[in-house]
T-cell receptor, first 113, second 112 residues
Framework: GAGVSQSPRYKVAKRGQDVALRCDPISGHVSLFWYQQALGQGPEFLTYFQNEAQLDKSGLPSDRFFAERPEGSVSTLKIQRTQQEDSAVYLC???????????FGPGTRLTVT | SQKIEQNSEALNIQEGKTATLTCNYTNYSPAYLQWYRQDPGRGPVFLLLIRENEKEKRKERLKVTFDTTLKQSLFHITASQPADSATYLCAPPSGNTGKLIFGQGTTLQVKP
């Protein structure tokens, strides 16, 4: 079956613009995670959804970052008023309930100029 | 705070040799630990999970150990091949949501 997909794959934004990054998880996966990966570093946790409920948003770096998953499937990560330090790869991962392994999408590379 | 450390320097080995990658963690005791592989431009791919009550786990040419006393996991690839060249990430969970805390990854280069 299809894996996790993300769009766009690449996004260039001018500083101050708003961006929206989309994640389509594997069908039926209850858990959805967003991670941010800086160049040469491991992914860092941003936020977690169980179905449509956002149960953990402790990793969101500022109130400019907002995520939603209104119907418990597709999720969107929105960044308002982008800054240069937001440049990174944003990874989405999904997993079945009570299954530990996570399936990652290819990521969206965001470059803020 | 919880901290995961992996060899930051790239590991270069000859084809056919065994690669050994190290993951050390501090300030907590995870119930399990996962290893992922990441190729350039792609998301991480799950390889193995080892639980705290398991000393060793094997899958084909891969072997993972978990020493809760040393707070260390070792990841071995035997009979390495150039296709094993990638970045390998150690990832124990944090809290009860399953979110992962990743190390910075170790890049392995296997030369023919």
């Amino acid at each position: 079956g299809a894996g996790v997909s993300q769009s766009p794959r690449y996004k260039v934004a001018k500083r101050g613009q708003d961006v929206a990054l989309r994640c389509d998880p594997i069908s039926g996966h209850v858990s959805l995670f967003w991670y941010q990966q800086a160049l040469g570093q491991g992914p860092e946790f941003l936020t977690y959804f169980q179905n449509e409920a956002q149960l953990d948003k402790s990793g969101l770096p500022s109130d400019r970052f907002f995520a939603e998953r209104p119907e418990g499937s597709v999720s969107t990560l929105k960044i308002q008023r982008t800054q240069q330090e937001d440049s990174a790869v944003y990874l989405c991962a999904s997993s079945s309930y009570r299954v530990y392994e996570q399936y990652f999408g290819p990521g969206t590379r965001l470059t803020v100029t | 705070s919880q901290k995961i450390e992996q060899n930051s320097e790239a590991l270069n080995i000859q084809e056919g040799k065994t690669a050994t990658l190290t993951c050390n963690y501090t300030n907590y005791s995870p119930a399990y630990l996962q290893w992922y592989r990441q190729d350039p431009g792609r998301g991480p791919v799950f390889l193995l999970l080892i639980r705290e009550n398991e000393k060793e786990k094997r899958k084909e040419r891969l072997k993972v150990t978990f020493d809760t006393t040393l707070k260390q996991s070792l990841f071995h690839i035997t009979a390495s091949q150039p296709a094993d060249s990638a970045t390998y990430l150690c990832a124990p969970p944090s809290g009860n949501t399953g979110k992962l805390i990743f190390g910075q990854g170790t890049t392995l280069q296997v030369k023919p």
